[in-house]
């Protein structure tokens, strides 16, 4: 299961949206290797296609594909030299995958901001500058542990030096290194370093209802944000966690009626989620019979037997050919075996690149 660490200086909401990302939280025994540490929250990514498909066939089941979130320990100036949790803070961020970055843009003087003033360019700054002077430190002492080997010149040595060079070179000049263009072998040799600046980040600019937002009043300090998104080419959502907070009290078809009486107009936690569903490169497909449906995930691009993997290992290195359908064109037939008879359901092999809404029935 892939994860996302929740990021943020204090004061953010960084929290309260863990809190009401929670509240969609799935049961454990339909994911074995998840954690049970209560910063960690295993949630579901709600999909309307798997809801059809676990009715189209009468399912006893219906089990949504997960993204974990890890709400990482708060965020201090310093934290790459060890101020605060910092030490904490970096190794959590290591273990994830992507990154999402809680960003306050509201006034309220009742929420004192770290800082003393609501400015939200100058957070991803600070959060930024960290994340690139705790790559800075990895990689100058990688660098320098491998001057032994390069020196009696093992070829893997030197590879990796030469890269991690480029790499210091750009973090040194306050870029991410995922800003340089690396070969896939290239990516390989540094993947074991698990770098911080390497991972994709998701802004959440967190605003409050009944607050100054800074994007509802042409802010300067807005604006600042604007322009670092269009020139970084950056993925970002706008969130009220607070109401998000309020809402998860609330059944399922209550929540749109109360979030519009309370003139809410961010996006909403689920579509947070696909975001970050997406910020990851993933796709899903799905399984569905009497017993169960069940939404999978994998990266895009994956052939067939990669696919299968995610349900069990046998699936990649045992599998012979799959049977294969659009989601769409399988409820549209009316059965399977219609399906069949019209020629929607396709046998395809190893070569065959899995579809976001494809149907798989795997032969092992």
């Known amino acids: 299961m892939l994860s996302i660490g929740i990021v943020g200086l204090p004061n953010v909401g960084k929290s309260t949206l863990f809190n009401a990302l929670t509240e969609k939280s799935v049961?454990?025994?339909?994911?074995?290797?998840?954690?049970?540490?209560?910063?960690?929250?295993v949630v579901s990514v709600c999909d309307t296609r798997l809801d059809k498909l676990s009715k189209f066939s009468n399912s006893k089941k219906t089990i949504y594909t997960a993204i974990e979130f890890v709400d990482i320990?708060?965020?201090?100036?310093?934290?790459?030299?060890?101020?605060?949790?910092?030490?904490?803070?970096?190794?959590?961020?290591?273990?994830?995958?992507?990154?999402?970055?809680?960003?306050?843009?509201?006034?309220?003087?009742?929420?004192?901001?770290?800082?003393g003033k609501v400015d939200p360019m100058n957070d991803i700054e600070v959060i930024n500058l960290e994340l690139i002077m705790a790559d800075f430190q990895t990689v100058s002492k990688r660098i320098a542990n491998l001057i032994k080997d390069v020196k009696r010149g093992d070829k893997d040595s030197v590879l990796e030096k030469e890269v991690l060079e480029k790499i210091e070179k750009i973090l040194d000049a306050g870029k991410f290194a995922n800003s340089l263009d690396l070969s896939e072998k290239e990516l390989e040799v540094i993947k074991g370093l698990h770098?911080?600046?390497?991972?994709?980040?998701?802004?959440?600019?967190?605003?409050?209802?009944?607050?100054?937002?800074?994007?509802?009043?042409?802010?300067?300090?807005?604006?600042?944000?604007?322009?670092?998104?269009?020139e970084s080419n950056s993925k970002w959502v706008k969130i009220d966690t607070q109401i998000e907070h309020e809402l998860k009290d609330l059944p399922e078809d209550e929540r749109l009626d109360y979030k519009q009486s309370l003139g809410g107009s961010s996006d909403d936690i689920d579509y947070l989620i696909h975001k970050g569903y997406d910020l990851l490169n993933l796709i899903t497909y799905f399984t569905t019979g009497e017993e169960e449906s069940r939404a999978w995930t994998t990266k895009r691009d994956s052939t067939t037997p990669e696919a299968g993997a995610s349900i069990h290992t046998d699936f990649m290195e045992k599998f012979i050919k799959a049977d294969v359908i659009n989601w769409e064109e399988l409820l549209k037939s009316g059965s399977r075996s219609e399906a069949r008879e019209k020629g929607f359901i396709r046998m395809e092999g190893k070569e065959y690149i899995v579809k976001d809404g494809d149907v798989i029935e795997f032969k092992i």
């Open 27 to 41: 049961s454990a025994e339909n994911y074995p290797f998840c954690t049970i540490d209560p910063s960690v929250g």
């Open 73 to 115: 320990a708060g965020l201090v100036e310093g934290a790459h030299s060890g101020e605060g949790l910092g030490n904490k803070f970096l190794a959590n961020i290591r273990e994830t995958d992507a990154i999402l970055q809680v960003v306050r843009i509201f006034e309220d003087n009742d929420v004192i901001h770290v800082k």
């Open 195 to 230: 770098l911080l600046t390497m991972k994709p980040i998701l802004y959440a600019f967190n605003k409050k209802m009944g607050a100054e937002n800074l994007d509802e009043t042409d802010d300067e300090r807005w604006i600042k944000v604007e322009r670092f998104l269009e």
